[in-house]
């Protein structure tokens, strides 16, 4: 069958289960951020749709009760990063509305080709931790007054302060549509 097109050597449902799969593997990499919420908020044990506006996933403890919402920040703000696209951020608010984590899930930032690693992003998100939904953070400068200042990442100023808006005012947007509160500062305990 030397020279025969795909359709004819495959048949047509070898096309179709390939279709799926393909669909399959999309619909699987589109919920990769449920496996993250655990890691940041340690008592998690379900995590439900996301829902409303904006979008966001009530998280649960293993009696069922509500602990926090999770949220992706390209569903709720769509910053562009310095590549022009928004981030995909997992974050999580706790019931007192603290981040209780992020985690990047997606980005398409060039930085990585100019020698700013991954970890060096990690370290940069691990800072929002405890951070309540209501402060004003600033990356890199001075400390807005009732704020947080925060390290930004050399060589990456934009994405740093990209992800940073991103993160804080998706926070925000859940927090005060879902009624969590507004809590300013960082909590105790945290970074």
């Not at 926090?68 to 509305?97: C, S």
């Not at 209501?134 to 990356?139: A, H, K, L, Q, W």
Request: net charge neutral.
């Amino acid at each position: 069958m030397a020279g025969s097109s795909p359709p004819a050597r495959y048949g047509r449902r070898g096309i179709l289960a390939l279709a799926l799969l393909g669909l399959a593997l999309t619909v699987l990499a589109g919920d990769s951020w449920r496996s993250h919420v655990a890691e940041l908020l340690a008592e998690a044990a379900r995590t439900g749709e996301l829902s409303g506006e904006p979008p966001a996933a009530p998280v649960f403890d293993a009696d069922g009760e509500r602990l926090g919402y999770a949220l992706l920040t390209d569903h709720v703000t769509r910053i562009p990063g310095y590549g022009g696209r928004p981030f995909r951020i997992l974050v999580v608010l706790d019931r007192t509305g603290h981040i209780a984590g992020a985690r990047i899930i997606e980005h398409t930032e060039p930085i990585l080709q100019a020698g700013v690693s991954e970890s060096a992003l990690e370290r940069f998100i691990a800072q929002y931790e405890g951070i309540g939904a209501g402060t004003d953070v600033r990356v890199g400068g001075r400390a807005p007054d009732n704020g947080l200042r925060l390290d930004g990442i050399s060589g990456a100023t934009i994405t740093a302060m990209s992800m940073g808006a991103a993160i804080t005012e998706s926070a925000y947007q859940v927090a005060a549509s879902r009624g969590l509160p507004l809590a300013v500062g960082r909590k105790q305990g945290s970074n």
